[in-house]
């Protein structure tokens, strides 16, 4: 199950979620069985994208395991650390840069 979001999680910011429900019991060897649902949202953002953040423009230099975005400032090169949970009331996205 985790090997789509590792994938995904490589160049992409995305947000996974795994569950469980008790599907039945094996009489066998008295035993619960279980069934795994994984939820995968993927959001808009990928390397090199340009956004703006409280009116600063940034470059998205690298995204890591824990949905911490790498950015570095379009004008003086400073870069930053910054949580997606932060940041996310205050993002738009302004383009790609290839």
Known sequence: ??????????????DEKTSKKLSGRDKLISKDIYRYTQSLTLINLKKNNIIRVKGIEYKIKSINNNKVLILLNA???QKSQESYSIIKDYLQVKGFDY
């Open 1 to 14: 199950m985790n090997s789509i979001f590792s994938l995904f999680q490589k160049d992409y910011l995305c």
């Open 75 to 77: 004008e003086n090169g």
